[in-house]
């Protein structure tokens, strides 16, 4: 069974542009979410998907968006970043929605937007 | 509004001592409580989780108690040891908003 990955581990962008990130869910898995954790901080919600749909949304602006492929990786995209954007990037993939279920979290990606 | 607060925001412990986390959550449909490790670098770990129809589970030296009418939720460390030194989140399923709130994070301390 493999886990969770995640690329690149690492990226610097300048403010304006837009960026890409990419997440691979572990084996079994149908729903990844993705999460923003600023230095010092809990993870925030941004949003789920799940069987290639967004499934749920947190406080995020639609210059945050996603795809979901059909093989259960996803993506994250951010347009017009802006330097609170600085963050670690998490998925982490899980098996249907229906019920509570167990998250496992991918190594994250650290983007610097300068 | 919906939220998880985590407390203490730090603890130092001596090695051997136990250590309590609490949290409280806001959303009292919530459903499930898992608690995460992350070491400095490294990705939260999901150590253990507790669903609101048991009230308390155990795993060796790491259990997490839930009161559901107080809406609130402990991690329990017994006899701490240097490598458990790390942050704890922990995070609850907002069941009517269907997505996991997290609490900002304990950074534990175990001195040898």
């Known amino acids: 069974e493999t886990g969770v990955t995640q690329s690149p581990t690492h990226l610097i962008k300048t403010r304006g542009q837009q960026v890409t990130l990419r997440c691979s869910s572990q084996?079994?898995?149908?729903?990844v979410s993705w999460y923003q954790q600023a230095l010092g901080q809990g993870p925030q919600f941004i949003f789920q998907?799940?069987?290639?749909?967004?499934?749920g949304r947190g406080n995020f602006p639609p210059r945050f968006s996603g795809l979901q492929f059909p093989n259960y990786s996803s993506e994250l995209n951010v347009n017009a970043l802006e330097l609170d954007d600085s963050a670690l990037y998490l998925c982490?993939?899980?098996?249907?929605?229906?019920?509570?279920?167990?998250?496992?979290f991918g190594p994250g990606t650290r983007l610097t937007v300068t | 509004g919906e939220n998880v607060e985590q407390h203490p925001s730090t603890l130092s412990v001596q090695e051997g001592d136990s250590a309590v986390i609490k949290c409280t959550y806001s959303?009292?449909?919530?459903?499930?409580f898992p608690w995460y490790k992350q070491e400095l670098g490294k990705r939260p770990q999901l150590i253990i989780d507790?669903?609101?129809?048991?009230g308390e589970k155990k795993d060796q030296r790491i259990a997490v108690t839930l009161n559901k009418t107080a809406k609130h939720f402990s991690l329990h460390i017994t006899e701490t040891q240097p490598e458990d030194s790390a942050v704890y989140f922990c995070?609850?399923?907002?069941?009517?908003?269907?997505?996991?709130?997290f609490g900002s994070g304990t950074k534990l301390n175990v001195k040898p």
């Open positions: 084996s079994g898995h149908n729903t």
């Open positions: 998907y799940y069987r290639e749909e967004e499934n």
């Open positions: 959303d009292s449909a919530s459903n499930y």
């Open positions: 982490a993939s899980s098996f249907g929605t229906d019920s509570p279920y167990e998250q496992y």
């Open positions: 995070a609850a399923f907002f069941y009517n908003f269907n997505k996991f709130y």
């Open positions: 507790i669903r609101s129809n048991v």
